[in-house]
């Protein structure tokens, strides 16, 4: 069974730092390019970061690019979200996401989702 | 950037059929896909690639996108369906490609 957890959310001060973590289970993590998706209380969906199986492909929102850093180790089957500059905007429950694809590719649709970890910033 | 546009709610009796659009700029010629969400839970992916169903998703989801507009078709709507619905696609057209979500419709079963 698949399977993602995310943990490492909370509650942090305006410009502080949080990394996420979420860990895979239950299929070949190596095989599938993974990504952060956000939703603000009451909002909907925002896509924040895409990461392809070897690490080779990095896609950003504009809204985060040069704030978040998004990082995997295979050997782990964990996927990372560093999270940098807080702002209260990115107050959100943060979805950790598993690509369709099979391989280094995408397929731009998410097949597995985390229950996903609240992080709110707020002084 | 690219926008996707969904109407906030959409209504519907039991047993009738409810139809969500999701509008973009030539959306006919992007990949769909749409997610339902509940409350308090994670989103589902119910279909992929304009009309392509996962397996558990009941064959009443159906899906369709041509010229501007993509619609996710539920037939004989049940208490259940009840939740938001969320249209996605990848948008490599501009100088900042990157996945975008339209923003929910809400789905009400009368």
């Known amino acids: 069974e698949v399977q993602l957890v995310e943990s490492g959310g909370g509650l942090v001060k305006p410009g502080g730092s949080l990394r996420l973590s979420c860990a895979a289970s239950?299929?070949?993590?190596?095989?599938?390019?993974m990504n952060w998706v956000r939703q603000a209380p009451g909002k909907g969906l925002e896509w924040v970061s895409s990461i392809s199986s070897s690490s080779s492909y990095i896609y950003y929102a504009d809204s985060v690019k040069g704030r978040f850093t998004i990082s995997r180790d295979n050997a782990k089957n964990s996927l990372y979200l560093q999270m940098n500059s807080l702002r209260a905007e990115d107050t959100a429950v943060y979805y950790c996401a598993r690509d369709s694809a099979v391989g280094s590719g995408y397929d731009w649709n998410f097949d597995y989702w985390g229950q996903g970890t609240l992080v709110t910033v707020s002084s | 950037s690219y926008v996707l546009t969904q109407p906030p709610s959409v209504s519907v009796a039991p047993g009738k059929t409810a139809r969500i659009t999701c509008g973009g700029n030539?959306?006919?010629?992007?990949?769909v896909h749409w997610y339902q969400q509940k409350p308090g839970q994670a989103p589902v992916l119910v279909i992929y690639y304009d009309s392509d169903r996962p397996s558990g998703i009941p064959e009443r989801f159906s899906g369709s996108n041509s010229g501007n507009t993509a619609t996710l078709t539920i037939s004989r709507v049940e208490a259940g369906d009840e939740a938001d619905y969320y249209c996605?696609?990848?948008?490599?057209?501009?100088?900042?490609?990157?996945?975008?979500f339209g923003g929910g419709t809400k789905l009400t079963v009368l």
């Open positions: 996605q696609v990848w948008d490599s057209s501009s100088d900042h490609p990157g996945v975008v």
């Open positions: 030539n959306i006919g010629s992007k990949s």
């Open positions: 239950g299929f070949t993590f190596s095989s599938y390019s």
